[in-house]
């Protein structure tokens, strides 16, 4: 079959897709997105968290043929959207945020939204396989939620587990993208 | 990071930014959080086709026949293989004993072992062309565990294995040993023998017994097990791939393809986490073999089902001790066997072994020692390698033996552990003489004096409480009856780097040259980052020796030598080192250079110690003699050398005395827990830690790797087990919906203090950091269980039956 719809603002078509695939499948398979992470393919990890029609979901559970006609993000464009959502508000700043470059894999020069410089600042990142998906799920409850406590992000990011870093430098990041957020940088 | 202790030694510092000692950035960092890391899985080819594996629905079966025709004739199938395809004579694999077959032959050893693969157009279409294919499995009796295994009339898992102890063991690349076994179901075997036991009993006014259960756990990285193997025009292959050590793969997969080494050339791709789950090969074999047999790149992804049953897992253990104390609190003696299931292939089981019976008595001063460690082989999953192997089993026993005799003397655990800490200068159990820092009272002393996270915390004034800080969260199964808090503390002893006279060692390239006007240095190595930082301190490293801003990681591959696993705490170390070392010879060819170029200009050039920092040749006065660019003008430096730790020795096979180990890793926790004790529902409030780490290269990481080895040690405490039937030996739980791992709302604060007391024999002085703190989590939570509710809890992980006396 075939399905269309936007991904990160831009119309996308996929072809010759199987009834039985699901979103993240055609994004990473077959729209060359593969951000979105595969970790478990059971709805249990979150690594595959997108925004379908602003709502975050586990892609991996998504069929495709659900998505015909409605609106994904992911993290490739959680980038754009986080710049177009300050534009006009008092968030309009957060476009100011950049990488700063250390070495030559940092992707100096990259725009990135104030969630994700604020992992890479507070070392949320080690193997990076669940950051995606944090990043969008955090990105989300931050929109909803400017202000969370420790026990409020705790619950927005159960659904998203993490091996690596035992969630702390997790929770740092978030905690400093708020509070970014909060001081208008 | 918390509090600094006194350095014994002051390690070199950095006066170029962005040196060793900061907490700089992770090179990766971007491209993680923009979602453009490549990552194994996320490989791609033109003409790619999906690589499927069938698995073994049975734990034991001789295998009576394979019918592969209806798979291979369905529409979108480009290959089916089974043992028989293989095209050489070099059919199995392992980490130190080849006994791993590539594809079942004949026999199945274990639930979920590979027995076909298939290549496809589509995933699914391989799926159900595996599916398609026809085994008839004749099934035979079930081992699993000591008795069965070494019962009278066993089947042998592996016949024909013989058991003549060999006087070899696996040192230099030399013949792998099967060890000093009594029975051929048993893998391998390490007595540790000091001093005499029964004079210590006989001192002995307090004598506790234990014996004690560990689960099954599993490393449950986040990336599954994938990579892509493309056939070359030189009839070699190119593997993209997530390992822990490029250069064991290659020398396990080469002689199975029937290729020299030169033709696998194998790049590492991005690695999802590791944990030890990917020192074994899974499909790296597989892959490659569809793709010479097809002609197409093939890409191999595991879904979560799968890898549950697509690496080793930690070995479950039975262990018993017995332990002596005089009336005030001396240790007398320790008589211990620790019984580890290897499960069907041996993996890295003789060096957990080697680690569980050498580091089996703590970080305490025993004199009158008798240990034994074994590993069976059954018909379990296989087990190998994971974060802090042997000294994790082993941890958990010998510290809640310590809360035993504590109470049983009356003493403060706490103080009981001090009275018998070991430390700098003190003899193991194996003999060997610990030379450098060993802080174990003062880790204990740190974790007792951060301040107790308050009581009742689910109470905020004037509201209700929050249930999301109490036992049962969410599920909103108390709002504070039946609550009652416990703490607990636990300290552990690790091995840092491969032990028992293994040649561990690195290599590092390193480049020097200007580029765009700047001094450049490129470092290229085959170290497998699996998302510890190597990457973030190799660069640092650089920036250190050699005075330059920026510096250029090439991605890892075997183009370049071996820099050993990512594993037992080893790289910071040995790769670290390797990278220093070679930065070290271009910053003495720079220095010829400079002294070619400009010598005659000032005499310092001659005469004093020059250095390279902030982009110059520097005096040791801070005289600045020339910049670097001008010094190497259009020449470039480069350099690729070896580097090893101080070697190691085996242990002698009946005794166990040797100089087995590098150095050793301390951390200590202190656990606060609420149990519900009506439903046996826990909540970890806080799990603090105190490490030394000898030097903090990069600070941010190191407390990255304390917490997120504390974590998985909270999961072992009280929710991580492989559940395998007793019966069949098959796994019950191989999904993320039935092998629970902590989330964060199961995690709770982990408030570290960082003690950096130097090892002068390591490079800048430190220590390995990635293990320590996976062992004493496990106990310090079960203490502190223990502590709220008066239970004996000698099993991990507690369930709440465990709790509620309802199993």
Redesign the interface.
Known sequence: MRVNFTVNGRPQEADDVWEGESLLYVLRERLGLPGSKNACEQGECGSCTVRLDGVPVCSCLVAAGQVEGREVVTVEGLADYAKERSCGTSLQDAQHWSAQGQDSQTGEGTELAPIQQAFIDAGAVQCGFCTPGLLVAADEMLERHPDPSDADIREALSGNLCRCTGYEKIMDAVRLAAARQSEGV | MGTTGLPTNITQGSRTK?GIGE?????????????????S??M?HEDMLWGQILRSPVAHAEIVSIDTAEALATPGVYAVMTYDDLPTEVRNYGLEIQDTPVLAHGKVRHHGEPVAIVAAD?P?TARRAAAKIKVEYKELPVITDEASATAPDAVLIHEGRTDLPQSQLRSTGGTPTIGHVPHPNILHRQPIIRGDVSAGRERADVIVEGEYVFGMQD??????ESGLAVPAEDGGVDLYIATQWLHSDLRQIAPVLGLPEDKVRMTLS??????GGREDLSMQIHACLLALRTGKPVKI?Y???ESFFGHVHRHPAKLYYEHGATKDGKLTHLKARIVLDGGAYASASPAVVGNAASLGAGPYVIDDVDIEALALYTNNPPCGAMRGFGAVQACFAYEAQMDKLAAKLGMDPVEFRQINAMEQGTALPTGQIVDSPAPVAELLRRVKAMPLPPEQQWLTAGEAA?V??LPGG?SNTTHGEGVVRGIGYAVGIKNVGFSEGFDDYSTARVRMEVVGGEPVATVHTAMAE????G?TVH?QIARTELGVT????NPADTQVGSAGSTSASRQTYVTGGAVKHSCELVREKVLEIGRRKFGSYHPAWATAELLLEGGKVVTDGGEVLADLVDVLGDEAVEVEEEWRHRPTEPFDLRTGQGFGHVQYSFAAHRAVVEVDTELGMVKVVELACAQDVGKALNP??V??QI??????GLGIAVMEEIVVDPKTAKVRNP???DYL?????D?P??PVDVLELADDHAPYGLRGVGEAPTLSSTPAVLAAIRNATGLELNRTPVRPEHLTGTE
Do not use: C, M
Not at chain 2, 530 to 533: A, F, L
Not at chain 2, 741 to 745: A, D, E, K, Q
């Open positions: 962005g907490s700089t950035l992770r090179p990766d960092g971007t491209l993680k959080v923009t979602g453009e890391f490549a990552y899985s996320d791609w589509h699914e490393q449950a990285f986040l990336g599954p991005g690695v999802g986490g590791a944990f992804v879904n979560r089902f929050d999301r800080q969410l699996v998302g510890q930082g990457i660069a920026h510096v250029t990681i941010l990481s407390l990255g917490q997120g080895g504390t974590t998985q999904s993320f919906t791992i902590p989330t964060i709302l995690t604060t982990i």
